[in-house]
């Protein structure tokens, strides 16, 4: 069992266009079950409110946070206890699934706060009611040996980005997805203040005008690399995405599932591969 929130990985590493492999440190992602109990009609009901992803650790003051910030409790003293329950302990062996019991003088509209969570969730997976709701809702049709782009471009990437950025070069507080072709053609560019939001603009986009081509395309997003941003990934059949920040372990692990090449942390002459390192060439 991890206690610090982090796991190691085995990764390729590339510097001036040749290729090592490196262990590496990763933040863990896990789904976290929120689930209230309270009491109404005379009888405790339990409830699921959401799964939100977060790296394992102090979950009590994650949810004791979001609790207070939602407006759903006013004092720490309105809960009696959180406790984990069911035997979900997902790969890194932490509990996954919590209940939060809360005094019977804490009326809560059960229907209002479920519609609130779903309507307020800032990405594809946040909000959702159950830990079964984030699986694959079907198999991808992901060709493993496509695209094949070479060694050389994935530094550019960033500058090709930002040059094409008109909302962040004007505001400075927005991110990016782009759709590049594998000579490092841009065919087109999505800006949005949320990142999961700026990757469905762009898949809505390609998809709406037909310019997906998903086996001689890629994707580079301008943040971090999430479950949730590699799940979009996954669900429209691309192959292979390029993050200018860190990716989680639980987007390395689905990478790993389904063969999708995950590319991270992309400086002046290096960057990480962290699955999928048969789409980049010439590996040295």
Same mark, same amino acid.
């Given at each position: 069992?991890?206690?610090?929130g982090?796991?190691?990985f085995n990764?390729?590493r590339?510097?001036d266009?040749?290729?090592?492999?490196?262990?590496?440190?990763i933040?863990?992602?896990?789904?976290?079950?929120i689930?209230?109990?309270?009491?109404?009609?005379?009888?405790?009901?339990?409830?699921p409110l959401?799964?939100?992803?977060?790296?394992?650790?102090d979950?009590?003051?994650?949810?004791?946070?979001?609790?207070?910030?939602e407006?759903i409790?006013?004092?720490i003293?309105?809960?009696?206890?959180?406790?984990?329950?069911?035997?979900?302990?997902?790969?890194?062996s932490?509990?996954?699934s919590?209940?939060?019991t809360?005094n019977?003088?804490n009326?809560?509209?059960?229907?209002k706060?479920q519609?609130?969570?779903m309507?307020?969730?800032?990405?594809?997976v946040c #909000?959702?009611? /159950?830990?079964n &709701? =984030?699986e694959?809702?079907?198999e991808p049709? *992901?060709?493993?040996?496509v695209?094949?782009?070479?060694v050389d471009?994935?530094p550019?990437?960033?500058?090709?980005?930002n040059t094409?950025?008109?909302?962040?070069?004007?505001?400075?507080?927005?991110?990016?997805?782009?759709?590049f072709?594998?000579?490092g053609?841009?065919f087109?560019?999505?800006?949005?203040?949320g990142r999961?939001?700026a990757?469905d603009?762009l898949?809505g986009?390609?998809?709406?005008?037909?310019?997906?081509?998903?086996?001689?395309?890629?994707?580079?997003?301008?943040?971090?690399?999430?479950?949730?941003?590699?799940?979009?990934i996954?669900?429209?059949?691309?192959?292979?995405?390029?993050?200018? #920040?860190?990716? /989680?372990?639980? &987007? =390395?692990?689905?990478a790993?599932?389904f063969? *999708?090449t995950?590319?991270?942390?992309?400086k002046?002459y290096?960057?990480n591969?962290?699955?999928?390192e048969?789409?980049?060439?010439?590996?040295?």
């Open positions: 069992m991890s206690t610090t982090t796991v190691k990764i390729h590339v510097k266009s040749t290729v090592e492999v490196k262990s590496d440190t933040a863990i992602e896990e789904p976290l079950e689930v209230l109990k309270h009491y109404s009609d005379k009888a405790w009901i339990e409830e959401m799964v939100t992803m977060r790296t394992p650790g979950d009590r003051s994650l949810i004791s946070g979001l609790l207070f910030s407006g409790i006013t004092s003293g309105d809960i009696d206890n959180i406790t984990a329950f069911g035997s979900n302990t997902g790969k890194h932490v509990n996954n919590m209940i939060v809360l019977k003088d009326q809560v509209n059960m229907s706060l519609r609130h969570f309507v307020n969730s800032s990405c594809g #909000g959702k009611g /159950t830990l &709701a =984030i694959i809702a079907f049709n *992901i060709n493993k040996s695209p094949q782009v070479s471009l994935i550019n990437l960033p500058k090709l980005l094409n950025q008109t909302q962040f070069a004007q505001t400075g507080g927005v991110h990016a997805s782009a759709l072709g594998a000579d053609e841009m087109h560019l999505a800006e949005d203040v999961h939001n990757l603009k898949i986009h390609a998809k709406t005008n037909n310019i997906l081509n998903p086996f001689e395309q890629f994707v580079m997003c301008s943040g971090r690399i999430g479950f949730d941003i590699i799940q979009k996954l669900m429209s059949g691309i192959g292979m995405v390029v993050g200018i #920040g860190a990716p /989680t372990s639980l &987007a =390395i692990d689905l790993k599932k063969d *999708i995950l590319i991270g942390f992309i002046k290096k960057y591969i962290y699955n999928g048969w789409r980049i060439k010439p590996l040295h």
